[in-house]
């Protein structure tokens, strides 16, 4: 008891209940091989987890990227949300991260993904020259 007050708050992992599933007691951390040892045994029926996220694939992976790149060049994709200041640079680096990974994975991805991948880069590259074309226009100090 005397660690869980000294931390402030106890992380319980409510995944998998099961017979295998870790003792919230246990102490040791987890390994890198955790989360695939999971996967394999607890694949959920449901595409969405009860959070009601939807699970971490290839298409969703370069939605958050495609998400973050456009953020970076002054996208607000949440109007609750302050706008986040303009990054070109960055946004740069996130486009050709994309890039460098449509080429890497060429030939591997199913129909979907290849589209997801390639309208993604499409819109990205197309706001980026957009941004940029008109570059003296958008210096503030």
């Not at 609750?80 to 960055?90: D, E, K, V």
């Amino acid at each position: 008891m005397g660690d869980e007050q000294e931390h402030g708050f106890v992380i319980r992992d409510r995944r998998g209940r099961g017979e295998d599933a870790p003792s919230p007691s246990s102490s040791s951390p987890p390994s890198s091989a955790a989360p695939a040892a999971f996967e394999a045994h607890h694949e959920p029926a449901d595409p969405k987890t009860s959070a009601g996220h939807l699970p971490v694939n290839f298409s969703s992976f370069v939605i958050s990227m495609g998400s973050s790149a456009l953020m970076l060049m002054g996208e607000q994709l949440d109007p609750q949300q302050p706008p986040m200041p303009l990054n070109l640079p960055q946004a740069k680096e996130v486009i050709d991260l994309l890039s460098m990974l449509e080429d890497k994975t060429r030939g591997n991805l199913t129909a979907d993904e290849h589209v997801v991948m390639e309208d993604m880069l499409y819109a990205l590259r197309m706001k980026f020259v957009s941004l940029t074309s008109g570059k003296s226009t958008l210096h503030t100090p």
